[in-house]
């Protein structure tokens, strides 16, 4: 009996050690994930540093909005944050609250900036407006695959006087 306790035992304390260093594990891949995503929205979608883009980014990643358009890709990524940035020359992005669990991060944020320049086809307001935003990022390999976006798109809007309160 006592051959088979001591064995027993031992597995059991094994298995205790094992799980534990699992939960650290994971953890720490759960606060490395939200480290990235924090660096995108600080680099750059704050600072719009375009050259961090391959090191936060995956090549193929893929970027889904609301009104149904994606962006696919870095360079089509690129070009979409210029033009953000060209249009909003100060934009920034302040992260509210940011939640991961497994290869997701969502993330409540608040975006401000003033419109300096063309948007969407419309000439510039010199409108300082303050949205906020809801997103929900898909992390492989260290690298962000893969993005779910929901900006108050009806705030946007009317902040820019382009429908009205």
């Not at 606060?31 to 995956?58: C, P």
């Not at 033009?83 to 020359?89: G, K, L, M, N």
């Not at 063309?118 to 492989?140: L, Y």
Request: include cysteine; hydrophobic fraction near 40%; charge should be negative.
């Amino acid at each position: 009996m006592v051959r088979l306790i001591i064995p027993l035992a031992r597995a059991t304390v094994m298995a205790s050690v094992f799980s534990v260093g699992c939960a650290s594990d994971s953890e720490t891949t759960l606060e490395r994930n939200k480290t990235l995503v924090r660096r995108a929205f600080e680099e750059v979608w704050s600072k719009g540093d375009l050259d961090i883009v391959d090191q936060l980014f995956s090549t193929d990643f893929l970027r889904h909005f609301p009104i149904g358009s994606e962006t696919k890709g870095l360079d089509t990524f690129r070009d979409r944050l210029r033009e953000h940035r060209t249009a909003f020359p100060d934009w920034s992005e302040r992260v509210q609250l940011i939640v991961a669990e497994g290869d997701l991060v969502a993330v409540y944020f608040t975006s401000s900036g003033t419109n300096d320049g063309s948007f969407q086809g419309n000439s510039p307001t010199g409108q300082r407006i303050a949205i906020t935003e809801m997103t929900i990022f898909r992390i492989a390999d260290n690298k962000i695959v893969e993005q779910w976006l929901i900006p108050d798109l009806l705030s946007l809007n009317q902040q820019l006087g382009l429908i009205p309160e």
